[in-house]
């Protein structure tokens, strides 16, 4: 079988992933054209990281990826 996707995420593409909502919610609130640069180069770097090579399921990685670094004030669901 392939790698876990919950739990062997290298530090660098949790980073990567954490530097994309920042990106994101820069964006959000100040959307220049240097801003969507940003968010886009961090995007693209995200996508490509070698992790993904590897990856059993590359959909499944990559929203257990999101859930697992999403800032700790945007995780919380009211619904539950």
Same mark, same amino acid.
């Given at each position: 079988? $392939?790698?876990?996707?919950?739990?062997?995420?290298?530090a660098?593409?949790?980073?990567?992933?954490?530097? @994309?909502?920042?990106?994101?919610?820069? @964006?959000?609130?100040?959307p220049?054209?240097?801003?969507?640069?940003?968010?886009?180069a961090? $995007?693209a770097?995200?996508?490509?990281?070698?992790? @993904?090579? $590897?990856?059993?399921?590359?959909h499944?990685?990559?929203m257990?990826?999101?859930?697992?670094?999403r800032p700790?004030?945007?995780a919380?669901?009211?619904?539950?």
């Amino acid at each position: 079988m $392939g790698r876990c996707p919950t739990l062997n995420f290298p530090a660098d593409l949790l980073e990567l992933q954490r530097r @994309w909502y920042t990106a994101e919610a820069d @964006w959000a609130a100040d959307p220049t054209k240097e801003k969507r640069a940003a968010f886009t180069a961090v $995007g693209a770097e995200l996508y490509a990281h070698p992790y @993904w090579a $590897g990856a059993e399921n590359r959909h499944k990685a990559a929203m257990k990826l999101k859930q697992t670094a999403r800032p700790n004030d945007a995780a919380q669901d009211p619904a539950t």
